[in-house]
């Protein structure tokens, strides 16, 4: 039998009419517009409009479902990630995105998911064990040389975090052990690149980090044999694993928890901001020391060539000189005030013997009268009449003879 060849050309269709094809039948399927489907809830999401947003799993396949306000205003109760639940609504098509959703109407719980049970279960047991005591945890070093991550090597979490410590810290030398960590695989890698960066004497610090996700995407991180690896860490472990929100069992044993992975880059390192500031302030605290020491240096410097100079022999003849120099001054004062205290005296006494000299007494008129023996004569009756005596008066002698007094 021969194939006959259409001549005529197939309709070609725009995506707009395909997605709007596909969503008439969804919505035509009798089986689609009014179903139950079972699942655990996670990725919720509540934004401003007040729908609902989250996706619904199970072990193999996940649901995007959407609940719109006024149903969820009719909720007796407000479902939460981790929570097992029986939604009912109807599928279609959300044509901008090309993406086939279950419309909700209803949600009624089952129980918490099966993930969320063996995550508490896993948790009880390690806590039971001492995994998550403080006293284990070590401390965070302030400047690490080298630290050592261990993520994806193509996920946006490893950028992240080298963007910021490179920013914040450049000086910090980074080590990637990489991994992956979604899947059945990504427990054993983790553990193995733990391992591994313990291996290296330099490594002072370990990452271990993912961006957000469900709680089956972070669930590697909730493997008993990665909370082990941690825990036996020889170097202290830094967990940012998912967003503000998520906890996983590494966070509980990890040294440092951070929300983020750009978190844990940032808890890892000191801002070199701060760095600058505090080199600033301390080299300000420098100076004032080394000025402050230098001042007092200087004074006690001082002071010892001044006790130095006063006990020098030199300094010792220049005050033994100066000493001279008063004392000779004091001898010459005090001579000169002798001597015109002697030279007044001899004045007065000049002046008493000038008041007492004979030649004084005769230049005033009067004479002195001596008898021819040359005694003077002092009274009238040591002469007689006839008696020849010598008159001395202030420009010479004479001689005179007694008469008799009448």
Known sequence: MTQQISLLKPKSWSVSEVTRYLKDLLESNHNLVDLWVQGEISNTSRPSSGHLYFTLKDASAALRVVMWRSAVARLRFQPQDGDAAEIHGHISIYEVG????????????IGEGVLYQAFLQL???????????????????????????VTSPTGAALRDMLNTLRRRFPLTEVVLAPTAVQGVEAPPQIVAAIEVLNCLEEVDLILVARGGGSIEDLWAFNDERVARAIYASRAPVISGVGHQTDFTIADFVADLRAATPTAAAELAVPDRVDLLVGIGELRQGLAGSILKITRDRRWALAELTNRLERR????????????????????????????RLERSHVLSLAQRIEALNPEAVLKRGYA?????????????AQVAPGDRVDARVSDGTFSARVIKDD
Do not use: C, W
């Open 98 to 109: 090309g993406q086939y959703q279950l419309y909700a109407d209803q949600i009624r719980p």
């Open 123 to 149: 948790k009880a047991k390690l806590e039971a064990e001492g995994l998550f005591d403080q006293e284990h945890k070590q401390p965070i070093p302030t400047r690490p040389r080298r630290i050592g991550i």
């Open 312 to 339: 020098s022999p030199e300094s010792r003849i220049q005050r033994d000189r100066q000493r001279m120099d008063e004392l000779i001054s004091r001898s010459a004062t005090s001579l000169l005030n002798r001597l």
């Open 368 to 380: 002195m009268i001596s008898g021819s023996d040359g005694v003077a004569i002092r009274k009238v």
